[in-house]
């Protein structure tokens, strides 16, 4: 893990409400997909750095997506190119991809897409199978790097504007027989991520999941517990420090 001041390469909005920043560090550090970084918002009230999940590293290059919520994000959609931020990467597990896993359902939903695209494009020579679910056409992204990293790509939206009206993860179980993958990895909002376990169990589908976790953060390395979740043992789990990936039994969604 580095401290590190970064330079903003580029900012800008490439769907509703989603930035896309590219910031290039002093140094090169290596990055496994699904770690995040905690990066400045480049207002010195904000006195906590804000998580984003890396979603690609070249060289010195790291590029993540953002979503605006909040102060911190709209002070980051107005850093210009040059403008020098705060950052720390890489931080937490990332995705443990094993070596007999060939065929990977991706499955995420809204700014859980970001990390997703980072596993595949940090573990090459898979096949990728991504469905991705978006609220709208408006808010859709990206989603010529997933067609460029995946071997098939499905595309769904809340209210129909893109692919099917549903959801990503609807897509994805009405294929799951047809594709058999030997390992999902997910990424979405809570709710996305409770329907995918109870589908999962439902159906009687035993493929190992990976999920990753956004929880609000504090210090991101794992010494305030602000970010901690239940595990299933009812044990708490740093999601910092522990997460943000998990199998998806081994926590309460
Ligand atoms: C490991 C990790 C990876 C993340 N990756 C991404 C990413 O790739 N892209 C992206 O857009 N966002 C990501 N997030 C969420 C992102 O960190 C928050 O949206 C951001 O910090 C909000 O900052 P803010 O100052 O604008 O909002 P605040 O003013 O702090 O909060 C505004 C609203 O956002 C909600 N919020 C704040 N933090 C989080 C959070 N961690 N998760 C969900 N809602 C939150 C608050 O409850 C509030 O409703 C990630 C979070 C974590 C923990
Ligand atoms: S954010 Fe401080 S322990 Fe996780």
Request: hydrophobic content about 40%; aromatic content about 6%.
């Amino acid at each position: 893990m580095k401290e590190l001041i970064a330079k903003v390469k580029q900012n800008g909005q490439i769907a509703r409400g989603i930035y896309l920043m590219t910031i290039t560090l002093p140094e090169e550090v290596p990055v496994k997909g699904g770690q995040f970084l905690n990066i400045a918002t480049g207002n010195p009230a904000n006195l906590l750095k804000r998580p984003f999940g890396i979603m690609r590293k070249e060289g010195k290059d790291i590029t993540f997506c953002y979503q605006l919520k909040g102060e911190g994000t709209i002070c980051l959609s107005k850093a210009q190119a040059g403008n020098e931020l705060a950052v720390t990467l890489p931080l937490g597990n990332g995705f443990d991809i094993p070596e007999s896993a060939q065929k990977i359902a991706v499955v995420g939903g809204g700014v859980g897409i970001f990390p997703l695209l980072s596993v595949e494009e940090s573990v090459k020579g898979k096949k990728y199978y991504s469905y991705i679910g978006f609220r709208g056409a408006e808010y859709a992204c990206l989603t010529d790097d997933f067609k460029a990293a995946s071997e098939r790509l499905t595309v769904v939206t809340d209210d129909g504007s893109i692919g099917q009206k549903t959801n990503a993860v609807a897509a994805f179980l009405s294929e799951y027989q047809d594709i058999k993958p030997d390992l999902i990895i997910s990424c979405g909002p809570p709710v996305m991520l409770r329907a995918l376990k109870a589908q999962l169990k439902e159906k009687g589908i035993s493929t190992p999941c990976l999920v990753s976790l956004e929880e609000r953060m504090g210090c991101g390395i794992g010494a305030c517990l602000v970010c901690v979740c239940k595990k299933a043992d009812g044990q708490n789990a740093r999601v910092c420090k522990d997460g943000p990936v998990f199998d998806i039994n081994e926590v309460q969604l």
